[in-house]
């Protein structure tokens, strides 16, 4: 730990992280600065504040968090997306032979967004910003919480066990609610302790009132927070909690569906067009990218072509020709080695597509409404209300073909739901942890004749559930080396 905080003060990867693509971009950042001098006034509140946006992406250099490896950490370890072949940026996570010394991580980045979230809450609560409102104290305050609990749920997704595993009783990661000092050594909290603490923040968010309950494009608003404490409570069990917000966001929001006919352009369309995205990080210029380490470039064919759909997943969606969501699947174009690998197979899921002349500017989806939809049935028919659970589910599935026959109340299980969950949430980085917290098995192939498109891998991780210590990632080498609390709280098998 001592590590991610001393980078963070010596300013590492600053001005070359970059999210939300206004004015800012053009003045040095508040964490180019020792801390205690940073924030003084709202303008450099407001500066920070959009570090901290600037941060959830990263830089076409460290593109650890949502910049590209949250989401193939999320695919390509389930059974519905892989690496396309070996040795490519996706390959070690696909493989899952991972040890110690070479696993991937998702721990700096995150933590200095963490940092950069406190900074900002603490300058709040010190009265460092003079000048501000009380509005727009909220406003900042508010933003801040939702990001530090949208990155304590991540990391703790990554390196803790489900909830469901124990209620929550295992190791987590380590709660951080101020700027540590460069010797602190804190300890792994427990999963309970983490999600507590996730859903205080989410709470105190809308509470404190200074949340847009517009649309408010590239930035959290009350919705995307809802949304997201709706998710939480999933993760948690609580499921007439995570209902009953779920509800709050689909009844009153002013989000929408695409319809069936916008769909696959829906991805393709910029600002007032993508009327489902509760939350995304922006890209609207070229110094607001991932360049070529983004996960659009890793999807793309002319890019480097990294991760590609199953040939299962291709065949599940594939089994409803009259499913709009083929659409977003598509065969190589122009690559004239992959025409010939794979010819007509729709190996690309294209939701990251060209956009503005260059799938690098793509901006990259945190939650959709669909989403929501989808854990209102997941909670109803968890919670035994059939009715719901096929009223919520039918708005998906019928949305991706309306000419389908309705889901039946007695239709709509869990099973059901996760299909219909895998179908429309592919690439955007759902699939391995829903499989974990619902103690699915995870099956890429069973021997060699079923082996499809994906490449040989070791015989654990071809077919597995929750048990395998590898769908934990390990505490990183860097910081157990340097924190004696952690290398005593390492994840069991590393």
Known sequence: MKKIYKSITLGLMLVALSACGNNWLNLDPSTSVPSDKAITDYYSATVALNGLYDGIQGSSSRVEYYGARMFYTGDVRGEDMQARAQSLRTSSTYEMKYVLDNAPVIW?????????ANRIIQAVEENKIPDATVDQLNGLKSEALAIRALVHFDLCKLYG????????AS????????????????????VAEVYDQVISDLKASLDLGGLKTTKNYGYVNSWYVKSLLSKVYLYKEDNTQALTTAEDVLENSPYELWTAEEYVDGWNTKDTGRKEMLFEVINKNSSDWTDREG??????????????ATQSFINMLGSDPDDVRNGILIA???????????GNTPIFVNKFPKANGDVRLNSLPMMRLSEVYLIAAEAAAKLGISDKAAAY????HLRANPTASSI?????TLARISIERRKELVGEGQRFFDAMRNNETVVRYTDQNDMQLHYILIPESQKFDRTYFRTLLPIPVSEVNVNPNLRGQQNPGY
Not at 161 to 168: K, R
């Open 161 to 168: 066990a489900p909830y469901s595993v124990d209620n929550g």
């Open 108 to 116: 700096e980045i995150p933590y200095n967004v963490i940092r950069r």
């Open 332 to 342: 190589p174009q122009t690559n004239e080695d992959l025409i010939e690998q794979y």
């Open 393 to 396: 589910l039918n708005v998906i």
């Open 295 to 308: 996960i659009a470039y890793l999807m793309y064919e002319e890019g480097y072509a990294d991760l590609i």
């Open 408 to 412: 039946s109340q007695a239709d709509a």
């Open 171 to 190: 190791l987590g990661i380590p709660i951080v609610l101020t700027p540590l000092e460069l010797n602190a050594l804190p300890k792994r909290n427990t």
